[in-house]
């Protein structure tokens, strides 16, 4: 099955993906699963990514010392109230990519946060797309919601898909296209879909072992 959606990934055109497990933290010892074993494609870069839907900050401690977290290569936490988003916003940098249900009517005050405190962190701040395919509510929420963030975020936007069905994935030039529903700038939307996945995981990198990241990004040729 993930070597099916690997191969429909390539011939669509990307060169780089990650396969998300999405996971929701109880207030017991967290239970993260491994990563899944991931088939290898020529010329297809794939990356590990757990996804979390967190509610408090004892539940984000314990999600940090738990061993299996290490062992992806990417983090994502997705919020699941005001206060936990401000958390995760002004003093919090131990994960890669803050994302929001926005296929949900979302609270206005959560766009009325200071997103700046993010990106001045490297942290990126994603839109998923992909519910706009399954009803037009879900679309209309998706459309309002994401246009509020891009009001909110100035850059380190990626714009991802997050579909399971093989026949709803969508090529890179496709979803550049649907980012400009966002009402980013063509640029930004160039940006969201080609460039900033590399900051989530030279972001990923300094997190995890952050002297060695260093040393990478300063060698010479």
């Not at 983090?75 to 401000?86: C, I, K, S, V």
């Not at 850059?155 to 093989?166: P, Q, T």
């Not at 709803?168 to 080609?194: I, Q, W, Y």
């Amino acid at each position: 099955m993930i070597r099916h959606k690997l191969d429909r990934c390539k011939a669509l055109g990307f060169h780089t993906v990650a396969l998300s497990v999405v996971i929701e933290l109880q207030n017991t010892s967290p239970q993260v699963p491994l990563p899944p074993e991931v088939p290898i494609v020529n010329q297809l870069k794939v990356y590990t990514r757990l996804t979390v839907k967190i509610s408090d900050s004892q539940q984000l401690y314990k999600l940090e010392t738990c061993e299996e977290t290490s062992k992806y290569d990417i983090l994502a936490l997705d919020p699941q109230n005001a206060t936990m988003l401000q958390y995760l916003i002004t003093k919090c940098d131990k994960f890669d990519i803050l994302t929001l249900d926005v296929s949900q009517k979302l609270d206005y005050s959560l766009f009325k946060m200071n997103y700046k405190a993010l990106e001045d962190r490297g942290i990126c701040v994603e839109i998923n797309w992909g519910p706009s395919q399954l009803g037009s509510s879900l679309r209309r929420n998706i459309i309002c919601n994401g246009q509020n963030l891009v009001e909110k975020v100035n850059k380190n936007i990626i714009i991802s898909s997050g579909v399971r069905d093989v026949f709803r994935f969508r090529g890179p030039k496709d979803v550049k296209s649907l980012s400009v529903l966002f009402m980013l700038p063509t640029n930004k939307c160039h940006e969201a879909v080609f460039r900033n996945g590399t900051r989530v995981i030279n972001h990923s990198k300094c997190r995890v072992n952050p002297i060695s990241s260093a040393i990478e990004l300063v060698a010479p040729d």
